[in-house]
């Protein structure tokens, strides 16, 4: 068991919230407006340590998660957090912070819906607004083979305790009344997996969040720290190289999206993993009018509207392996035509901008999660486009992880290990679109 130098067990040692973790309250706010005050940082610069009881590589949802957990559930608060750019500047702040946990595979069904859970009281829990909305998820069904495969993911679920179910066009109608449900279109609706508990959130927000909370618990958050290296002596992890000196530390992990493998190589360790751009857009706002996320797996297309009034878009990974985070012609083209298909009240509406971002690719479609040959050296990477979803539960199954140096579990069947012994977790079929 890991154990910390810099503080107890525990919830802040005694159970109980930081204090700075309770600044955002109606009365301090009152306060502050009588005298005057200004509001502290909600998290703070640091100089650099020689040494860390853990250093975690990626300031996304995962690698703030886990700080947060390491330090509220496990009392181990020398935890530093590289990120080479500004936190959430990554994956974390490019999807399109859809949450579900309708899987396929009952160990992802129950992974995810441990991740929903959390979500459900992360507000509660940080004290900060994450704007959770539990809106609805629709998956359509345009063929018999798709309809075939909701009812296997819906029983999966319903063994697993999850809210699923296959519904008719008439019920789908009465959902979203825009969608063409009719039977004259190209590709007819013929049915499609609700899953009520699916919705939407704020990304920025959870990631400040567990920024602030990691931060009241006294971990160290150092953006603009790129890491050069990492040092392995004797099968061991001895320390990290950054950009702003060298950190000793007997715990690294590799908590990056897009960069999972030139992280892992750095410590010797081969990652069964490809990077392909996954593509994203959002029209002007609107009064609301789509109360639930809509996705074809069949016409490659996902959306939902934000708080805001603005229409979300997504569409499969692009279909070569690339670093770009640009957009191109070709997605907006191919988004517009689709989305237009499924709703064609919306051909009047304008996109205002797109983007992309990495996704690492397993050969499963599953994370890689647990610990390396190397000792000391974890990893938490190859999320696909599921990253955002899994933030919570990882980083709370990482941080026990570390804690105990072994993984718990619900994290069990996603190991390293599976790859070499042909235990896949096959979740291709619970992908939103195609990959």
Same mark, same amino acid.
């Given at each position: &068991?890991?154990? #910390?130098?810099?503080?107890?067990?525990?919830?802040?040692?005694? +159970?109980?919230?930081?204090?700075?973790?309770? *600044?955002?309250?109606?009365?301090?706010?009152?306060?502050?407006?009588?005298? %005057? #005050?200004?509001?502290?940082?909600?998290?703070?610069?640091? *100089?650099?340590?020689?040494?860390?009881?853990?250093?975690?590589? +990626?300031?996304?949802? !995962?690698?703030?998660?886990?700080?947060?957990?390491?330090?509220?559930?496990?009392?181990? $608060?020398?935890?530093?957090?590289?990120?080479?750019?500004?936190?959430?500047?990554? %994956?974390?702040? $490019?999807?399109?912070?859809?949450?579900?946990?309708?899987?396929?595979?009952?160990?992802?069904?129950?992974?995810?819906? /441990?991740?929903?859970?959390?979500?459900?009281?992360?507000?509660?829990?940080?004290?900060?607004?994450?704007?959770?909305?539990?809106?609805?998820?629709?998956?359509?069904?345009?063929?018999?083979?798709?309809?075939?495969?909701?009812?296997?993911?819906?029983?999966?679920?319903?063994?697993?305790?999850?809210?699923?179910?296959?519904?008719?066009?008439?019920?789908?109608?009465?959902?979203?009344?825009?969608?063409?449900?009719?039977?004259?279109?190209?590709?007819?609706?013929?049915?499609?997996?609700?899953? @009520?508990?699916?919705?939407?959130?704020?990304? *920025?927000?959870?990631?400040?969040?567990?920024? $602030?909370?990691?931060?009241?618990?006294?971990?160290?958050?150092?953006?603009?720290?790129?890491?050069?290296?990492?040092?392995?002596?004797?099968?061991?992890?001895?320390?990290?190289?950054?950009?702003?000196?060298?950190?000793?530390?007997?715990?690294?992990?590799?908590?990056?999206?897009?960069?999972?493998?030139?992280?892992?190589?750095?410590?010797?360790?081969? &990652?069964?993993?490809? =990077?392909?751009?996954?593509?994203?857009?959002?029209?002007?706002?609107?009064?609301?009018?789509? *109360?639930?996320?809509?996705?074809? +797996? =069949?016409?490659?297309?996902?959306?939902?509207?934000?708080?805001?009034?603005?229409?979300?878009?997504?569409? #499969?990974?692009?279909?070569?392996? #690339?670093?770009?985070?640009?957009?191109?012609?070709?997605?907006?083209?191919?988004?517009?035509? !689709?989305?237009?298909?499924? &709703?064609?009240?919306?051909?009047?509406?304008?996109?205002?901008?797109?983007?992309?971002?990495?996704?690492? &690719?397993?050969?499963?479609?599953?994370?890689?999660? +647990?610990?390396?040959?190397?000792? %000391?050296?974890?990893?938490?990477?190859?999320?696909?486009?599921?990253?955002?979803?899994?933030?919570?539960?990882?980083?709370?199954?990482?941080?026990?992880?570390?804690?105990?140096?072994? @993984?718990?579990?619900?994290?069990?069947?996603?190991?390293?290990?599976?790859?070499?012994?042909? /235990?896949?977790?096959?979740?291709?079929?619970?992908?939103?679109?195609?990959?």
């Amino acid at each position: &068991m890991v154990t #910390s130098t810099n503080g107890a067990h525990g919830q802040n040692g005694n +159970g109980h919230r930081p204090s700075r973790l309770r *600044d955002y309250s109606a009365w301090t706010l009152f306060r502050r407006g009588l005298d %005057g #005050s200004d509001w502290p940082r909600a998290w703070h610069d640091h *100089d650099l340590r020689s040494s860390y009881d853990a250093v975690i590589i +990626g300031g996304g949802v !995962h690698g703030l998660a886990t700080a947060y957990y390491l330090a509220k559930n496990h009392g181990i $608060r020398n935890v530093a957090v590289l990120e080479k750019s500004y936190i959430g500047g990554g %994956g974390s702040g $490019r999807n399109t912070a859809i949450l579900r946990s309708n899987y396929l595979t009952p160990e992802g069904v129950r992974f995810y819906d /441990r991740s929903v859970k959390l979500y459900e009281h992360l507000a509660a829990d940080l004290n900060f607004n994450v704007m959770f909305s539990q809106r609805g998820h629709l998956t359509l069904a345009h063929n018999d083979s798709s309809l075939r495969t909701m009812h296997w993911r819906t029983e999966v679920n319903k063994l697993q305790g999850v809210d699923s179910e296959v519904i008719g066009p008439d019920k789908i109608k009465e959902l979203v009344p825009y969608l063409d449900t009719s039977e004259r279109t190209r590709y007819p609706i013929l049915g499609a997996l609700y899953h @009520p508990p699916g919705g939407i959130i704020r990304h *920025d927000a959870v990631v400040w969040g567990y920024a $602030r909370g990691a931060d009241a618990h006294g971990v160290h958050i150092h953006q603009k720290t790129e890491v050069t290296g990492i040092d392995v002596e004797h099968g061991r992890v001895t320390g990290v190289q950054t950009t702003r000196g060298r950190i000793a530390t007997p715990i690294v992990l590799n908590a990056t999206a897009g960069w999972s493998t030139l992280i892992s190589n750095m410590a010797g360790v081969k &990652m069964p993993v490809q =990077t392909f751009p996954l593509q994203a857009a959002v029209t002007e706002p609107v009064k609301p009018f789509l *109360d639930t996320v809509v996705v074809s +797996g =069949t016409l490659h297309v996902y959306v939902s509207q934000s708080d805001r009034g603005e229409l979300v878009f997504g569409a #499969s990974v692009d279909p070569f392996a #690339s670093y770009s985070i640009r957009g191109s012609l070709e997605f907006t083209e191919g988004i517009a035509g !689709h989305v237009l298909e499924l &709703m064609p009240p919306l051909s009047k509406m304008r996109l205002l901008r797109q983007w992309a971002g990495l996704c690492d &690719m397993t050969p499963d479609y599953s994370p890689i999660m +647990g610990p390396t040959d190397v000792e %000391g050296f974890y990893v938490d990477v190859g999320w696909g486009t599921y990253g955002f979803k899994a933030g919570p539960v990882a980083g709370e199954a990482m941080a026990a992880c570390i804690a105990d140096r072994r @993984p718990p579990e619900i994290i069990s069947a996603f190991g390293l290990d599976r790859f070499l012994a042909g /235990r896949l977790v096959g979740e291709k079929g619970a992908a939103a679109v195609g990959h």
